[in-house]
């Protein structure tokens, strides 16, 4: 079982940073995949990054790329999703989610793939 936790949301200006963090608890060892999606009012739940744990393959939607950058310390067990150069489109709930997986490099991009979320943090971007 994989409880996850996060935090690091809030409320900044465009053009601002933002780092959001996610918590892991019991077995998230390297044979994991996990992803941080968003999801704004009246949309979908999407995918904007995702980290493969035996490879630390990373990977990204192209509305973050460039501007997003997820890395994890296996010390701390902890993800974390470092946000520059926010947008107003980039408001929205943001969730970690993990799934255990047999793959080196790939992780799946849809929210039904991952078994494991956390509670979500909101992250509100002003103009």
């Known amino acids: 079982q994989v409880q996850l936790v996060e935090s690091g949301g809030g409320s900044v200006q465009a053009g601002g940073s933002l780092r959001l963090s996610c918590a892991a608890s019991g077995n998230t060892d390297s044979r994991y995949c996990m992803g941080w999606f968003r999801q704004a009012p009246g949309k979908e739940r999407d995918r904007v990054a995702a980290i493969n744990l035996r490879s630390l393959t990373t990977d990204y939607s192209d509305s973050v790329k460039g501007r997003f950058t997820i890395s994890r310390d296996n010390e701390k067990n902890t993800m974390y999703l470092q946000m520059d150069s926010l947008e107003p489109e980039d408001t929205a709930m943001y969730y970690c989610?993990?799934?255990?997986?047999?793959?080196?490099?790939?992780?799946?991009?849809?929210?039904?793939?991952?078994?494991?979320w956390g509670q979500g943090t909101q992250v509100t971007v002003s103009t």
């Open positions: 989610a993990a799934v255990a997986s047999a793959t080196t490099f790939w992780c799946p991009d849809a929210k039904a793939d991952y078994n494991y």
